[in-house]
Structure formats: structure tokens, C-alpha cells
């Protein structure tokens, strides 16, 4: 991922990360392998943690300890409720956004073929 894509990423990674535990509880290192195999690369570790903790305190997620074969007890995350309905509108927001800068962009390529 270039620059430009890390810098629209961090915008959206919150959404992106409830809507994995909308389909499943996760522990912050499932979440981050699985963002890798889906292309993100260059996703730390530790930005993920820091989400993870912040989306904590905000009440958005609950949290179940579970024995590791290795180490402390891992914390899994699963969408609550109130998380739910952050989730719900993500997706709102997304949807807008989406709508507009597709037409922009849909906008810009009428423009250049009256150009050539």
C-alpha cells in the first residue's frame, strides 16, 4: 500500500475492524493476521491493539478472557450492541461517501472524453 491508501485507511480501519467482529469474536493478533491476508500488509500490530483499546473504553465491544497454550490468557472481542449500532453507521457514512466520490470520479471521466 502507498502512502495515499495508509493515510484513507486510518480513517476507516475502525469500521473495518467492527465489521470483523460483527461476524465473529477475535483476539487483536487473528484480527490483524486476517487483515494481512486480505491485502493489508502494512497493518501493524500494535495499531490494531491501540484500536482494540480504544474501541474498549468507548463500550463498543465486550471482552472474554481465554486461556492461551501460550502465555497470559487472550482477550477476544465481539461486538456489542451499542457497537452494533456504530457499526450500522459506518456503513451509512460509507454508503454516502462512496455514492459522491463515484460520482465525482464518474464526473471527472465524462469530462476528459469530451477533452480528447
Known amino acids: 500500500m502507498g502512502k495515499q491508501a495508509t493515510e484513507m485507511l486510518k480513517g476507516t ?15 487483536g493478533y487473528e484480527i490483524t ?20 483499546v480504544r474501541i474498549e473504553q468507548r463500550g463498543l465491544v465486550d471482552i ?15 461486538l456489542n450492541a451499542r457497537g452494533r449500532a456504530h457499526l450500522d453507521e459506518f456503513w451509512s457514512t460509507w454508503k454516502f461517501l462512496a455514492e459522491r466520490i463515484e460520482r465525482l470520479h464518474a464526473g471527472n471521466d465524462h469530462d476528459n472524453e469530451r477533452e480528447q
Open 13 to 27: 480501519l475502525e469500521g473495518i475492524v467492527l465489521a470483523i467482529l460483527s461476524g465473529r469474536p477475535a483476539y
Open 64 to 78: 472474554e478472557k481465554v486461556p492461551s497454550e501460550k502465555g497470559p490468557p487472550r482477550k477476544v472481542y465481539s
Open 33 to 52: 493476521s486476517w487483515l494481512r491476508e486480505q491485502g493489508f500488509s502494512d497493518i501493524a500490530e500494535g495499531t490494531i491493539y491501540a484500536l482494540l
